[in-house]
């Protein structure tokens, strides 16, 4: 199988989905890899670490496109990459499908583009490798992330997460108790805060509560409760998503209201949409904005600031089901893994989640 690797286009993307030793690997397989050259400038590897790991270095994303079966990439394809595909290609990254376009999709649908969504890749355990991967590293850098936030150089309240000698710690209230907020609540307990955090899940709630010993108060979530954290919370960081879908509204612009002035709201789940009405995406060039006196953040790829460390823990993940599909090809794949048949939305033209005609009318 011939495997396309490209230079990320969309802002602020500086992961890759493969490393060296992933090209390498898949090498020993049979598999030929096309990479865009200076792919991996930004996440710290050069044209040489890859041509080393066997890999073909092009020169335009044409090119790439061009010579392969599968390509891989992180972000979704922009408009233009989605012209240059040919018939009958796959395609895997994070399609946040919800987020397209109609129009980009009657074009994939049209070209029999098979769409592989890393972040529906669930496994027989209910499991979702390649997006829990990228959430433990968010949930991990919420701490430094709202602490640097909360000085008064950026606007902040001027509170240190963990208080000090006879001074209380700052409160951070969590929605959400899935990976990604379990990460952030044990990255705040760490700094020193008090963190409480809501969920409809008791399940989850038991299980988060086990594992950080206590040391967090937990709670149904229901808006009661979210407004009533809200109204104490130096920082809330929104961490509620299904996968694949679009993120519900949780928090309206009247709560928002509630919240002390320079307190920080962090919104996790704007990748696919956001949890509150005042949230829209950032970048890291420009983080933040001020709503209702409230720090936002809403950056949506917060992983692709680490970018090394986030490509090797992608390459990690993903590397076991691309080996699958290089060794079976991907209709034995998708009956062989759970993930993989998971993870496909549209598979040579045919719909395989029945929500896809539903949501954009087609």
């Not at 990439?73 to 240059?84: A, F, K, M, N, R």
């Not at 509170?159 to 990604?180: D, E, R, S, Y």
């Not at 008090?194 to 040391?215: A, C, F, I, S, T």
């Not at 919240?259 to 962090?266: D, Q």
Request: overall charge neutral.
């Amino acid at each position: 199988m011939e495997i396309g690797i490209l230079r990320e286009s969309r802002v602020d993307e500086n992961r890759l989905p493969l490393t060296p030793m992933g090209v390498s690997d898949l090498g020993h397989v049979g598999a030929k890899v096309f990479i865009e050259s200076k792919a991996g400038e930004k996440c710290g590897y050069a044209d040489a670490d890859f041509e080393e790991a066997g890999a073909s270095i092009c020169y335009s994303k044409q090119e790439v496109i061009g010579r392969c079966q599968l390509l891989l990439t992180v972000g979704s394809p922009s408009p233009e990459e989605i012209q240059l595909l040919l018939p009958n290609q796959i395609v895997g990254c994070f399609w946040q499908l919800v987020l397209q376009k109609k129009e980009i999709i009657e074009v994939l649908r049209e070209k029999k583009i098979t769409l592989l969504g890393y972040e529906i890749m669930e496994d027989d355990r209910r499991d979702l490798p390649i997006l829990h991967a990228m959430s433990e590293i968010g949930g991990s850098m919420c701490a430094s992330i709202a602490q640097y936030l909360l000085q008064n150089h950026e606007g902040g309240r001027g509170i240190l997460l963990g208080g000090g000698a006879g001074i209380p710690p700052a409160v951070v209230l969590i929605l959400g108790a899935g990976v990604l907020g379990s990460a952030a609540a044990d990255a705040c307990i760490g700094a020193g805060a008090q963190v409480m955090v809501l969920d409809r899940n008791p399940e989850k709630l038991g299980r988060l509560h086990r594992e950080l010993g206590g040391r967090i108060i937990t709670s149904i979530s229901t808006k009661q409760n979210i407004l009533k954290g809200m109204e104490f919370a130096n920082v809330v960081i929104g961490a509620a998503a299904l996968a694949g879908r679009k993120t519900p509204l949780l928090i309206t612009r009247d709560m928002l209201k509630r919240m002390r002035p320079k307190s920080v709201f962090m919104d996790l789940s704007i990748d696919l949409g956001g949890l509150s009405e005042t949230s829209r995406p950032t970048t890291f060039g420009n983080p933040t904005y001020i709503d209702e006196g409230v720090i936002h953040y809403c950056v949506p790829n917060i992983p692709s600031n680490v970018a090394r460390t986030a490509t090797q823990a992608l390459n990690n993940a993903l590397l076991p089901h691309i080996l699958l599909l290089v060794e079976r090809g991907y209709n034995q794949a998708m009956v062989d893994s759970a993930a993989v048949r998971n993870g496909t939305y549209i598979h040579m033209g045919n719909y395989l989640k029945p929500w896809i005609k539903e949501y954009f009318q087609i």
